[in-house]
């Protein structure tokens, strides 16, 4: 069994910032990409960023120059470094990881979700 838990939301002001951090466990033989996706009140979830086992990075154009991800594969987590918050960043932000449990077949995993609300 795979789990996702994330961890880092909350409420902060305009101009802040925030670290959202989710860490994979359970059955993992490999974990390929990983990536964060947000979700705002009556919109489709959408992709913010993803990063892959090798380190490279893809961002929404949205969030290109304030946010930051990254990713400790010797702990299995990926990080979010949000700055210059907006109000439309506000959403319940999304981990996802392509995590092999066996080494034959992968498979797309997702987080419970963490909110995010930025906010004066």
């Known amino acids: 069994q795979v789990q996702l838990v994330e961890s880092g939301g909350g409420l902060v002001q305009p101009g802040g910032s925030l670290r959202l951090s989710c860490a994979a466990s359970g059955s993992i033989f490999s974990i390929n990409a990983m990536g964060w996706y947000r979700q705002a009140p009556g919109k489709q979830r959408e992709l913010v960023a993803t990063i892959t086992s090798g380190g490279s990075t893809n961002y929404a154009d949205s969030v290109q120059g304030r946010f930051t991800i990254s990713r400790d594969n010797a702990k299995n987590t990926v990080y979010l470094q949000m700055n210059s918050l907006k109000p439309e960043d506000t959403a319940v932000y999304y981990c996802?990881?392509?995590?092999?449990?066996?080494?034959?077949?992968?498979?797309?995993?997702w987080g419970q979700g963490t909110q995010v609300t930025v906010s004066s």
């Open positions: 996802n990881a392509r995590i092999s449990p066996t080494g034959f077949w992968r498979s797309d995993y």
